[in-house]
């Protein structure tokens, strides 16, 4: 098994002890740790070049803009799309799926049309579609899953029809680890006349993604689960559907003129972003892509199979333990849901954090799922590059641990 260990030493909070045990962070696909190069480069843009973007002509102004609009070319780079003016600066997965659905739902979809998503979604990518389907008479329409945590082709294909104008779905699910074949799903939509618009939240931090390659019309995903700050997210867009949307927020710096009763709107990529932006928000994102990019994304798609590969069998092998999602490494990112047998995950959380290792239990906001699953909440693991395979050992070692400490009180 390769080793990444080098690349742990730029993260200064891995260093540290919690409970008085080394911590082993585990919680990255809730958020990710930010090396020290990240770091940086956002305290020296507060310390040298802070100002307001676009609009001014003085020297800081310009150090400003050139650092926020060169991150838009490293993100238009890092996800292959064919124009920065694809690329749109937002707050995270989020808000990009809630302006997807408010700009170009409210645009395609009337009444009696249908919306495709899943079961393995987030949130962020089922409220919205509810919301849209609910201003327009639509219908909000479920793929189901196989038995091993699969999305169900067979089941797509029944789903995805001719009223079908959206189908919105998680490239990786933040719960089940997957990685969903949004290519021919991608073809499929487009097959019936609708649009594909991904999560791409759980995938771009871990895998190379080609949004061209895909051909899927609107790509989402976060800064900060990717090295990068929070608060800054990404959402690509086809540029002929981007020219036909309005924008969802409106005031400074989206506008082209004010008039006293109506006004017109700057070009793309600016006439979605009103406001003050998230500067250092922006500039971090592209040095975090800048990070990204030197070590390889298929180098770190590929050592987190082989952690995955590493640790399953051995949790696998843990009486009264039970995963969720997909077992073949290959399908799978570094999102590991379980539960332990006669314990709630909180509890399990709890007492995994008193050996110093740091996993999330909970719904994930992903509630649909864990009911079609059938269990109230879940304990998770997800694993990134800068995690190794003693953190993997010590993660198995607290699991054996907080099992014999429930129950027969020894820790």
């Given at each position: 098994m390769q080793t990444l260990d080098h690349w742990r030493q730029d993260f200064p909070i891995l260093k540290q002890q919690v409970n008085d045990e080394p911590l082993v962070y585990l919680?990255?696909?809730?958020?990710?740790?930010?090396?020290?190069?990240?770091?940086?480069?956002?305290?020296?843009?507060?310390?040298?070049?802070?100002?307001?973007?676009?609009?001014?002509?003085h020297t800081l102004a310009e150090r400003a803009t050139k650092s926020y609009e060169t991150a838009r070319e490293k993100v238009q780079q890092f996800i292959q799309a064919k124009s920065t003016k694809e690329i749109l600066f937002t707050?995270?997965?989020?808000?990009?799926?809630?302006?997807?659905?408010?700009?170009?739902?409210?645009l395609a979809v009337?009444?009696?049309?249908?919306?495709?998503?899943?079961?393995?979604?987030?949130?962020?990518?089922?409220?919205?579609?509810?919301?849209?389907?609910?201003?327009?008479?639509?219908?909000?329409?479920?793929?189901?899953?196989?038995?091993?945590?699969?999305?169900?082709?067979?089941?797509?294909k029944a789903k995805i029809t001719d009223q079908t104008k959206i189908v919105s779905l998680a490239h990786v699910s933040n719960v089940l680890g997957g990685i969903n074949p949004i290519k021919t799903l991608t073809e499929l939509a487009h097959q019936h006349g609708a649009v594909m618009v991904v999560d791409g939240a759980q995938s771009t931090p871990h895998m190379p993604v080609n949004v061209t390659e895909l051909d899927?019309?609107?790509?989402?995903?976060?800064?900060h689960k990717m090295c990068g700050p929070t608060g800054i997210g990404v959402l690509y867009g086809k540029q002929a559907l981007l020219e036909k949307m309005e924008?969802?927020?409106?005031?400074g710096e989206m506008i082209d003129f004010v008039y006293p009763q109506e006004s017109t709107w700057s070009e793309l990529p600016w006439k979605f972003e009103a406001g003050t932006p998230n500067i250092a928000g922006g500039i971090g994102l592209g040095a975090a892509i800048d990070y990204l990019t030197a070590i390889g994304m298929d180098t770190i798609h590929q050592y987190e199979q082989e952690l995955v590969a590493y640790v399953l069998p051995k949790l696998e092998a843990i009486e009264g333990v039970t995963i969720y999602?997909?077992?073949?490494?290959?399908?799978?990112?570094?999102?590991?849901?379980?539960?332990?047998?006669?314990?709630?995950?909180?509890?399990?959380?709890t007492a995994l954090d008193m050996e110093g290792v740091a996993v999330r239990?909970?719904?994930?906001?992903?509630?649909?799922?864990?009911?079609?699953?059938?269990?109230?909440?879940?304990?998770?693991a997800s694993f990134y590059f800068y995690n190794t395979k003693e953190d993997a050992d010590r993660l198995v070692d607290a699991i054996l641990a907080t099992k014999e400490f429930f129950q027969n009180g020894l820790i």
């Amino acid at each position: 098994m390769q080793t990444l260990d080098h690349w742990r030493q730029d993260f200064p909070i891995l260093k540290q002890q919690v409970n008085d045990e080394p911590l082993v962070y585990l919680d990255n696909a809730a958020t990710t740790q930010k090396p020290q190069q990240v770091l940086d480069v956002i305290e020296a843009y507060y310390q040298q070049d802070n100002a307001n973007v676009h609009r001014g002509v003085h020297t800081l102004a310009e150090r400003a803009t050139k650092s926020y609009e060169t991150a838009r070319e490293k993100v238009q780079q890092f996800i292959q799309a064919k124009s920065t003016k694809e690329i749109l600066f937002t707050r995270g997965t989020t808000t990009s799926l809630n302006w997807v659905a408010k700009s170009y739902g409210d645009l395609a979809v009337e009444k009696g049309d249908e919306i495709v998503i899943s079961y393995a979604e987030h949130h962020s990518n089922i409220v919205p579609w509810q919301q849209l389907a609910k201003r327009k008479g639509a219908k909000l329409v479920y793929i189901e899953l196989t038995d091993d945590g699969y999305l169900d082709l067979e089941d797509a294909k029944a789903k995805i029809t001719d009223q079908t104008k959206i189908v919105s779905l998680a490239h990786v699910s933040n719960v089940l680890g997957g990685i969903n074949p949004i290519k021919t799903l991608t073809e499929l939509a487009h097959q019936h006349g609708a649009v594909m618009v991904v999560d791409g939240a759980q995938s771009t931090p871990h895998m190379p993604v080609n949004v061209t390659e895909l051909d899927v019309d609107f790509y989402a995903f976060s800064g900060h689960k990717m090295c990068g700050p929070t608060g800054i997210g990404v959402l690509y867009g086809k540029q002929a559907l981007l020219e036909k949307m309005e924008p969802v927020e409106f005031g400074g710096e989206m506008i082209d003129f004010v008039y006293p009763q109506e006004s017109t709107w700057s070009e793309l990529p600016w006439k979605f972003e009103a406001g003050t932006p998230n500067i250092a928000g922006g500039i971090g994102l592209g040095a975090a892509i800048d990070y990204l990019t030197a070590i390889g994304m298929d180098t770190i798609h590929q050592y987190e199979q082989e952690l995955v590969a590493y640790v399953l069998p051995k949790l696998e092998a843990i009486e009264g333990v039970t995963i969720y999602g997909p077992k073949d490494p290959k399908d799978h990112t570094g999102v590991i849901a379980f539960n332990i047998e006669g314990l709630h995950p909180h509890d399990v959380a709890t007492a995994l954090d008193m050996e110093g290792v740091a996993v999330r239990a909970g719904h994930h906001c992903a509630q649909p799922l864990l009911q079609y699953l059938k269990v109230p909440a879940t304990a998770r693991a997800s694993f990134y590059f800068y995690n190794t395979k003693e953190d993997a050992d010590r993660l198995v070692d607290a699991i054996l641990a907080t099992k014999e400490f429930f129950q027969n009180g020894l820790i």
